[in-house]
Structures are given as C-alpha cells and as structure tokens.
C-alpha cells in the first residue's frame, strides 16, 4: 500500500504541474482587483453551451488564486462547457499572531465578492462570453471554493435581512461542489485546513453567529440539485466531512448526491491528468445538458 501522505504530495504536485491557461476574455464586477471574472469560451466551437461557473479553493488563502483551477477550467471548456473562473478577496498574507499560516478568508468580504459575481454573471456573459447558456448554469467549486459554492447556491435561505439573501432559488441547474468544506462543525473538529473555517469566520468569539450564516450544513433545504464528488483518500478535508454534510441534507428533507471515489485524494478532482477529473466532468453535464 502506497505511504497516504506520500500519495497526497504526488497528487498535489500533478494537480499544480500544468501551466496556467490564460482566459478568451476577463470582467471586473467591481473595483476591486480580486473582484474579476476569467471567460472560457468552448474548445469545441458550439455558438450555445452550458456555463458552468467555477470557485477555486485553497483554505480561502490570499496564496492560492484563480490560477491554479485554469488547467481544469480549461478540460471544462474542451468538453463543450462555456466556464467562468470567479476570483473573490482572501485572507490576508500575513499570519494572525502565533500562526503558521496566512490567515483564512475575509468577514464579510469573500461572501460579498461570491455574492457580487454571481448576480453580475449572466450580465457580464452575455456580453464577454455569448456562448454562454445562462439559462444553463451549473456552479462548481474545490475544497474551500466548493463551500463557496454551496452557499451561493443556498442564499434565499439565509436568515431576512441578511445582506447577500435572495428573495427566491437562484437560477441554477444545481452544484457540484469538488471536496468541499461543507459542515462547518465537522470540519472544525477535524482541524480542516489548519482551523481555517474559525479564521474564515473571524475567530472563535464570532464563529457561532457567523456560521450560522455561513455553514452550507445549517442551510438547508435549498431545494437546488446538489452532487458532492469527494476522494475516500483525501487527507486535506477527509470525506467526513460530505458525509456530515449529506447527512444534515437528509435531516432536513434534502437528498443530496454523493459520489465517493476510492483511491482518490483531495487534488485528482481538479488534475486533468487524473481520471477523477474526468468523473467530475461527467456529474456536471449529468445536469448541464
């Protein structure tokens, strides 16, 4: 049996061994510079195909940008996809005191920014992308981009006066979040990403009231059609974690898809060198087309 820890090292150099893929097109939805939108127009020359919106991961942590997920945007567009690579604010560079890491996420900043993009999509497609169907939408995310995407899916359930709510479902096809830090709880007991959802949320004297709106496992149902693709390997954010989730899915009268692959750690679902990424492809266009 391979050394896990070995296997995930090799999984994650293949995944960030491909060259940056440059987009067709970019849009600012606002002034900051984070606050941009990468187009992928589809490799297969279709003048109509589904858009499917992607939310990078990386802990929410400023180092990991929109970069590292454009190889798997990229495979996305050869497979016929229209794809928007969303970049959103991250934590700071510098380390809370005591810490070894750059600090996770911005309150309110990162929801703002998903938030923001996703109301401007379909606008800004249609102007920089119009093979985009944005009747059409599938939104997908990895690890932390997948948590964003599993709020963003969920906002008309956020508490009223919340200030990213939506009066009713947004107008997707559904999810597929790739790994995602999906019950905060769980995550949190497993030490997830170096205790990066207690930062994201501004630490602990916050955590209880910020969860509550934004832990995608306290809103629920959405009533949008949700696919959770996760590794059996994954040492990053261990499948317990979509475990938790789909079991607070179930509780709530949500049946949420889940598709385990074994022998699979956290980076193979955004590695077009991986057949996993291949797997995933294939669960959007299960709700793409």
Not at 149 to 154: G, Q
Not at 166 to 177: D, K, T
Not at 245 to 263: I, P, S, V
């Amino acid at each position: 049996m391979p050394d896990p820890a070995a296997r995930d090292a090799a999984e994650e150099a293949s995944a960030f061994s491909h060259p940056a893929v440059p987009p067709d097109a970019s849009a600012a939805y606002g002034d900051h510079p984070d606050q941009v939108v990468d187009f992928y127009a589809p490799r297969d020359g279709r003048t109509r195909a589904p858009l499917v919106v992607a939310l990078h991961g990386g802990a929410w942590r400023a180092p990991y940008d929109r970069q590292h997920l454009t190889p798997f945007v990229d495979f996305l567009a050869r497979r016929g996809f229209a794809v928007a690579n969303v970049e959103y604010r991250r934590g700071s560079d510098i380390p809370r005191q005591g810490g070894a890491a750059p600090v996770a996420g911005r309150w309110p900043e990162t929801f703002d920014d998903v938030a923001a993009a996703l109301d401007a999509l379909p606008g800004l497609a249609a102007e920089h992308l119009p093979q985009a169907d944005t009747g059409r939408i599938v939104l997908t995310g990895h690890s932390a981009g997948g948590h964003l995407a599993l709020w963003a899916a969920a906002r008309h359930v956020l508490p009223a006066g919340t200030p990213w709510r939506l009066p009713a479902p947004p107008a997707l096809r559904g999810v597929v979040a790739l790994a995602p830090i999906a019950h905060f709880g769980r995550a949190v007991e497993l030490g997830v990403c170096g205790g990066a959802v207690t930062e994201l949320l501004g630490g602990p004297a916050e955590s209880e009231t910020r969860a509550a709106l934004a832990d995608p496992a306290v809103l629920l149902p959405t009533g949008i059609a949700t696919t959770v693709v996760h590794g059996r390997a994954d040492l990053v954010v261990p499948c317990d974690v979509a475990e938790a989730y789909a079991d607070a899915a179930g509780k709530a009268g949500e049946e949420t898809g889940l598709t385990f692959l074994e022998d699979v750690g956290h980076f193979p679902l955004i590695d077009p060198a991986a057949d996993a990424c291949a797997v995933v492809a294939e669960e959007i266009a299960q709700l793409a087309f």
